[in-house]
């Protein structure tokens, strides 16, 4: 991407609530077809990515060498200092935790994370202990917590922690396919004052094949939606309790449209309410 496209597809940011520190309101996940042989499609994707203002760049533990051809790929960037690094602790065991985050910032060559996450809340009493002592040394800047799928058990324990514990995150699964996160959990972060990242804004499964045989409806182009993709990004952004949501590493293209669509008019509640309409039956 050149240098004025970049500028042109430039991502908006939103405030942190615990500190104020503003990113943007894109960022990137690691996915399972990121191994260390393929690091330099990661490279293709992250090189407009950070053009285009990108900033997060998440890593998660179940996707094997993701973290390393991640950092491999920043480092040929030169651009490891600019970005805001993520990860995630899914091992039981205070001492595991420890070892599987110092593998993980070894992998990407840095000695200190942004966000560090506690994964559906595999011992989450021990490693929240860990994190506020990593953060203390100044080792990690935020903590917080991540469910991978919205299931009650998750989100219920969830949302008990986050009205309870001093949270700086919680990354969380919502998209119109999704949405069980905006019934308790969604408010309680926002009233405490705990940026979302949500991930997943595009759905997938059952809506995405749904979506292809449907006409993009005239409100949703009023909003400069010209895809359902778009449409799904923007439903997941506009919701106000959302900071950021990360898009699984794909092709550049998409990482385009998806930027595209960060900008401009939101959905408000009522929008929401009738994309969810759409796919209910």
């Known amino acids: 991407m050149a240098a004025d496209q970049a500028a042109a597809t430039s991502i908006p940011l939103r405030a942190i609530p615990s500190s104020g520190e503003k990113i943007p309101v894109l960022g990137v996940d690691s996915a399972a077809n990121t191994p260390e042989k393929r690091s330099a499609e990661v490279e293709e994707f992250l090189k407009p990515f950070v053009e285009m203002g990108g900033k997060m760049v998440m890593v998660s533990p179940r996707h094997e060498g993701a973290d390393e051809a991640i950092g491999n790929a920043l480092g040929r960037l030169g651009v490891k ?11 039981q065991g205070k001492e595991a935790g420890v070892t599987s985050m110092k593998e993980t910032m070894v992998n990407l060559g840095t000695k200190k994370m942004d966000l560090m996450l506690i994964s559906d809340l595999i011992d989450v009493k021990a490693h929240l202990n860990t994190l506020r002592g990593w953060k203390k040394d100044g080792l990690i800047r935020y903590l917080g917590l991540e469910v ?60 995405a094949i749904k979506s292809q045989a449907m ?6 182009t009023e909003l400069g939606c010209k895809t359902w993709n778009q449409l799904f990004f923007k439903f997941t952004i506009s919701h106000p309790a959302v900071t950021s949501s990360v898009l699984t590493m794909a092709a550049p293209s998409l990482l385009a449209e998806i930027a595209e669509a960060a900008q401009g008019p939101m959905l408000d509640a009522g929008l929401r309410t009738k994309l969810l309409e759409l796919f209910s039956s």
């Open 148 to 207: 991978s799928f919205p299931v009650p058990q998750y989100l219920d324990e969830t949302t008990r922690l986050a009205a309870t514990e001093p949270l700086d995150f919680i990354q969380v699964r919502y998209s119109p396919n999704m949405p069980q996160a905006d019934k308790k959990l969604l408010g309680v972060a926002s009233d405490r004052g705990i940026a979302v990242i949500a991930n997943n804004p595009l759905g997938g499964g059952n809506i």
């Open 81 to 91: 200092d600019e970005v805001f690094l993520a990860g995630m602790i899914r091992v």
């Open 215 to 220: 006409k993009l409806p005239g409100w949703a």
